[in-house]
């Protein structure tokens, strides 16, 4: 089993939504804080969000603040990133991370302006 596998990328207008779902192998996922990275063309890897192990604190890059909501599901080993009111410039291949190390393969999401 893959340590993190993303899901939910797609093509959307700006202004839309879209849910990114990360599927953990429990071996990964147990008593881990969880990230959400992404990278866009030609640029570097940059931190989205973060959520701790119980879920009750989570922490956004300034850029989608109040924008786009971190969670998770314990019991099911899954992380989400809500993403609403999407711009041009959130598009980029989205990863998941178990710090320090497990990272997904990542999920594209596309926005159209």
């Known amino acids: 089993q893959e340590p993190l596998v993303e899901s939910g990328g797609g093509l959307v207008q700006a202004g839309g939504s879209l849910r990114l779902s990360c599927a953990a192998s429990?071996?990964?996922?147990?008593?881990?804080?969880m990230n959400w990275f992404r990278q866009a063309p030609g640029k570097e890897r940059e931190f989205v969000a973060l959520i701790n192990w119980s879920g009750t604190s989570t922490y956004y890059a300034d850029s989608v603040k109040g924008r786009f909501t971190i969670s998770r599901d314990n019991a099911e080993n899954m992380v989400y990133l809500q993403m609403n009111s999407l711009k041009p410039e959130d598009a980029a291949v989205y990863y998941c991370?178990?710090?320090?190390?497990?990272w997904g393969k990542g999920t594209l999401v596309t926005v159209s302006s």
């Open positions: 991370n178990a710090p320090p190390n497990y």
């Open positions: 429990r071996r990964t996922f147990n008593y881990s804080a």
